[in-house]
């Protein structure tokens, strides 16, 4: 079947601007997680939704950075004011309750 | 917290050796243990995982080992193709659901 999807690709936005990258969990996968992976470095935890609300969002670094998942299937993070530092690869990942994490393809982005 | 550490960060074999990497962890609750692999571009691809209640799985030519004494788990690759040469992440997780990654092991599998 369908593996977990997301887009954009690639996203490129100037410094201050508010952007907006999705994800399409694995049909049936109630647990959605996003991470963010800085060149060379192993993927770091954002948030964890179990259906629609965050279980557990004390990765996202300021209050900048928020996510959302109405439906309890696609999930959206947002980020407002981005800041240069905020270029990185942005991995979403869903699973069953307690089992393996299959990750979609990234979105990465850079702020200019 | 929970931290994995990963060696080597580089790795460069001969086509049709073996490889093995290595990760230490430092909490004793951890009793999950994914390996991944990333390829250039491409999101972290699930290829072995073992839990805490095993030693050893194994997968056609993929091994994982774990040792809870010493915390650490190790990925052996048997008879290594050129399509195995990305980048190799392990992983911890204890009874949450957040993975925590070591810095990974970019393997070159010269032919």
């Known amino acids: 079947g369908a593996g977990v999807s997301q887009t954009p690709s690639n996203k490129v936005t100037e410094k201050g601007k508010y952007v907006e990258l999705r994800c399409d969990p694995i049909?049936?996968?109630?647990?959605l997680y996003w991470y963010r992976q800085s060149l060379g470095q192993g993927p770091e935890f954002l948030i964890y939704?179990?259906?629609?609300?965050?279980?557990?969002d004390s990765g996202l670094p300021n209050d900048r950075f928020f996510a959302v998942r109405p439906e309890g299937s696609v999930s959206t993070l947002k980020i407002q004011r981005t800041e240069r530092g905020d270029s990185a690869m942005y991995l979403c990942?869903?699973?069953?309750?307690?089992?393996?994490?299959?990750f979609g393809p990234g979105t990465r982005l850079t702020v200019t | 917290g929970e931290n994995v550490e990963q060696h080597p960060s580089t790795l460069s074999v001969q086509e049709g050796d073996s490889a093995v990497i290595k990760c230490t962890y430092s909490?004793?609750?951890?009793?999950?243990f994914p390996w991944y692999k990333q390829e250039l571009g491409k999101g972290p691809q699930l290829i072995i995982d073992?839990?805490?209640?095993?030693g050893e799985k194994k997968d056609q030519r993929i091994a994982v080992t774990l040792n809870k004494t010493a915390k650490h788990f190790s990925l052996h690759i048997t008879e290594t193709q050129p399509e195995d040469s990305a980048v190799y992440f392990c992983?911890?997780?204890?009874?949450?659901?957040?993975?925590?990654f070591g810095s990974g092991t970019r393997l070159l599998v010269r032919p």
């Open positions: 939704f179990q259906g629609t609300g965050a279980a557990d």
């Open positions: 073992i839990r805490s209640n095993v």
């Open positions: 990942a869903s699973s069953l309750i307690g089992a393996e994490q299959y």
């Open positions: 992983a911890a997780k204890d009874s949450s659901y957040k993975l925590i």
């Open positions: 049909s049936g996968h109630t647990a």
């Open positions: 909490d004793s609750a951890s009793n999950y």
